[in-house]
């Protein structure tokens, strides 16, 4: 059984925004998306511990507080630590990808260049994490 996601998407650029949510408005499930435009903004969402998201979907290169320092943070917080986290970013540097798995990142997504490449990877991660059972 499919779920619809309650999706916090923390990204800086409006472009890449705008291009997420024209992937997901266009799913047969109505997920929600809950935007942030970097790390400290995804942070104060957070703390309304009563609202959480299901997933969090996360850039690297962010001002204030970017995706690393982000992703640190959060899997400190006993509370927020279970809630997984998909790296979506450019960066395809080895140092970064192993500093995720390292902090504990449930994924790490390269963006392609091709928009079909794009939709392709969203709706396919999005599709899987729907049928997970992420409700605790």
């Not at 923390?10 to 929600?32: G, L, T, Y």
């Not at 390292?102 to 994924?107: A, E, F, I």
């Not at 709706?123 to 409700?135: D, G, H, V």
């Amino acid at each position: 059984m499919t779920t619809a996601l309650k999706i916090l998407l923390i990204e800086d650029d409006m472009i890449e925004i705008m291009k997420f949510n024209r992937v997901v408005k266009a799913m047969p499930i109505a997920h929600s998306i809950i935007e942030a435009s970097n790390g400290e903004e995804g942070l104060k969402l957070l703390e309304n511990k009563d609202e959480l998201p299901d997933i969090i979907l996360l850039d690297l290169n962010m001002p204030k507080i970017n995706g690393i320092e982000f992703l640190s943070l959060l899997k400190k917080d006993a509370e927020l630590q279970h809630i997984p986290t998909i790296i979506l970013t450019t960066s395809s540097h080895q140092k970064d990808l192993i500093e995720c798995y390292k902090l504990g990142v449930s994924g790490y997504i390269l963006k392609p260049l091709k928009y079909e490449e794009y939709v392709y990877k969203i709706q396919t991660t999005l599709a899987y994490w729907s049928m997970n059972q992420l409700k605790l």
